[in-house]
């Protein structure tokens, strides 16, 4: 919660704290979600785009928490942080569910693996001197603290994820049976990936105990897929039923880190793993441990297969690793002829060091007003004014920047806003920066405007930064607020 704490009081007059914490593109695509449900819509549309396509059923996390936040008038800001906190507490008390159901393999210290897991890191902080991060520092999905810095859905995700493999192996009975059906469902909807691991490890969990000859029931594992099955069907069917969102899923390109990363940011414990490979896998009658040995097998293979998404695979990862590696920690002490308590140090200094270098960093970005993180107040008055406007909606020319930030606060069309949600995001880009900086002629600005139906053209600090366009050059704005000038493109097209 501290990033957020201080982003909020250090608003002044002149900025708002957007209420992002962590990796702003990916935070204003959430919160720009919530408006969609803040407007009082349920159907998803591309926010950042000139031609949104049709609306579709999806991401209802966070349409419905816009929704929430309009019927308390709630600022999404907060609302936004209040579920990532609440959410990242849920997956800490799963979590201490986890490492009871482990503690005969750890002994008295369940409360250093606890810190580990929820708190921890991998090595990426050795790269920083290289100036690169480690994939510990970005890919959130991954790592428990950095989800919880992320946003609501990842941490609420991996705690279903977890919390379904618990309930999966407990007695059968149909309370448990109607529980692993819900979270098959919930896991659908807030990560189709995650419930793609999940149903992977659970299913091939299953075939493992049938071949070892346990005695071990399937009904369960049927009823979390066929719950979660439907709604993943739906997605991609959906996303594939509109041009529109079909592009977005083709400029969405999240491959895995390089090999060596995700051994460097999975270490130490993926190197306590491999040197007690034999130990751990000895323990694998235990209900637990077999599926943890499953999960981390599943998530490493998944994530080298020729697939644009497979970074998405990495889903909770760091769990699994984690409690093996620090299972395998004694033997390996052992072996290498060092005290457990002395190698157990080593490995508490070494993870938490990330997790400590990433609060730092997410506190004084919104501590020294980065632009990114804060609107600025004559802005959201331009965003407001245009918001009223009789024609519905209102398509915006603005900076690749302010055009992040307009859909997070009003359901307004801008050109180009967001690497992935943006249609044709490339060209779009370079053409708003080639109007902004005066690279691009009059006549071209013209037809930039018509062609794409654009009304008005914002320009404020973050597009005078860029230049001074041709077209707007010594031309009386229609409306002022502060440093803020909007045009009319219909008086700019007649202007000679």
Same mark, same amino acid.
């Given at each position: ?59 209802? %996390? ?13 600022? +999404?800001?907060?609302?936004?942080? %209040? ?8 997956? @800490? &008390? ?20 606890? @810190? ?21 520092? =970005? ?21 279903? !994820? ?87 899923? +083709? ?35 235990? =209900? ?6 499953? =999960? ?85 008055? !331009?965003?407001? &004014? ?38 044709? +995001?490339?060209?779009?880009?370079? +053409? ?25 053209? %914002? ?38």
């Amino acid at each position: 919660a501290v990033p957020c704490l201080v982003g909020f009081k250090s608003e002044n007059s002149e900025l708002v704290y957007t209420g992002v914490v962590f990796n702003p593109i990916d935070g204003y695509s959430y919160l720009a979600k919530m408006e969609i449900g803040h407007s009082g819509d349920w159907l998803f549309t591309l926010p950042f785009s000139r031609y949104p396509g049709e609306g579709r059923l999806l991401f209802p %996390f966070y349409v419905t928490a816009g929704q929430i936040s309009r019927l308390f008038s709630v600022p +999404a800001s907060f609302f936004f942080n %209040f579920l990532r906190v609440l959410a990242y507490g849920f997956l @800490l &008390w799963i979590i201490s569910r986890l490492i009871i159901s482990v503690k005969k393999f750890v002994g008295t210290h369940q409360s250093t693996l606890f @810190l580990m897991i929820g708190f921890g890191g991998g090595l990426g902080w050795m790269l920083l001197p290289f100036g690169k991060f480690g994939a510990d520092f =970005w890919v959130a999905e991954a790592f428990p603290f950095l989800s919880g810095l992320a946003n609501p859905h990842f941490p609420l995700a991996i705690g279903l !994820a977890v919390g379904s493999l618990l309930l999966l192996s407990n007695d059968m009975n149909l309370v448990n049976t109607i529980l692993a059906g819900l979270g098959g469902l919930l896991l659908s909807i807030l990560s189709p990936f995650g419930f793609v691991v999940i149903a992977s490890v659970i299913t091939l969990s299953w075939i493992w105990e049938r071949i070892e000859k346990c005695n071990t029931s399937a009904i369960r594992i049927i009823v979390f897929i066929l719950f979660g099955l439907p709604y993943s069907i739906y997605q991609y069917w959906a996303v594939q039923s509109t041009s529109q969102l079909t592009s977005w899923t +083709a400029q969405n390109q999240t491959p895995s880190p390089a090999v060596w990363d995700i051994f460097l940011t999975f270490s130490p414990w993926i190197i306590l793993v491999i040197f007690g490979a034999k130990f751990i896998f000895d323990m694998r009658n235990n =209900w637990i441990i077999r599926k943890l040995i499953v =999960w981390m097998v599943v998530g490493l293979v998944l994530t080298v297969i020729p697939f644009n998404l497979q970074r998405r695979f990495l889903f909770g990862l760091f769990i699994p690793i984690t409690v093996l590696g620090f299972i395998a920690l004694p033997i390996v002490a052992e072996k290498i002829r060092i005290s457990f308590k002395k190698l157990l140090k080593i490995c508490l200094i070494m993870t938490i060091l990330t997790p400590l270098f990433l609060l730092s960093m997410t506190i004084f970005a919104p501590l020294n007003h980065n632009s990114l993180y804060y609107y600025r107040s004559d802005e959201l008055e !331009a965003i407001d &004014w245009l918001s009223t406007q009789e024609r519905k909606p209102v398509a915006v020319l603005a900076s690749s920047e302010t055009g992040l930030l307009i859909p997070t606060v009003r359901r307004i069309r801008v050109l180009y806003g967001h690497p992935f949600e943006s249609i044709d +995001a490339d060209n779009n880009k370079k +053409a708003v920066e080639k109007f902004f900086d005066g690279r691009m002629e009059i006549n071209e600005c013209r037809e930039l405007l018509e062609k794409n139906e654009i009304d008005w053209v %914002f320009i404020g600090p973050r597009e005078r930064l860029l230049g001074e366009s041709k077209l707007i050059n010594e031309i009386k704005p229609d409306k002022q607020f502060g440093q803020v000038s909007l045009y009319s493109v219909s008086r700019l097209l007649k202007h000679d």
